[in-house]
């Protein structure tokens, strides 16, 4: 069961560090990625981080704005520098080891997914 936390209102410019966390689960077993979903858009994925933390994948359209990190317990998504085009929910997901899909931001490339932290960026 993952929990996702850090979300809320922001104006454009501004930052928020999502958080993720698990119960039930190790978390330092799986590889996370952060996805977001718009109203009336697909989901798409924003970043991801193995499990040992060693590789991570970005979006294009994060522009290095967004960092991922993880401790043990808890998968980070740092944003900075956020636009009105990043609101979304906001969900991160999991799969036990390695990423098995070609690309580790693909929706099926994850089994287990939180229920998601709105993100808003208005003025």
């Given at each position: 069961h993952l929990v996702?936390?850090?979300?809320?209102?922001?104006?454009?410019?501004?930052s928020l560090r999502l958080s993720c966390v698990a119960s039930g689960i190790t978390l330092s077993l799986?590889?996370?990625a952060w996805f977001r979903?718009?109203?009336?858009?697909e989901r798409e994925g924003v970043s991801s981080i193995?499990?040992?933390?060693?590789?991570?994948r970005y979006g294009e359209f994060t522009e290095g704005r967004f960092t991922i990190s993880r401790d043990r317990n808890t998968v980070y998504l740092e944003m900075n520098n956020l636009k009105p085009e990043d609101t979304a929910v906001y969900y991160c997901a999991?799969?036990?080891?390695?990423?098995?899909?070609?690309?580790?931001?693909?929706?099926?490339?994850?089994?287990?997914?939180?229920?998601?932290?709105?993100?808003?960026?208005?003025?």
């Open positions: 996702e936390s850090g979300g809320g209102l922001v104006q454009p410019g501004g799986y590889s996370i979903q718009a109203p009336g858009k193995s499990h040992r933390g060693g590789e991570t999991a799969t036990i080891g390695i990423v098995v899909a070609p690309d580790p931001l693909e929706v099926e490339a994850y089994e287990d997914w939180g229920q998601g932290t709105q993100v808003t960026v208005s003025s």
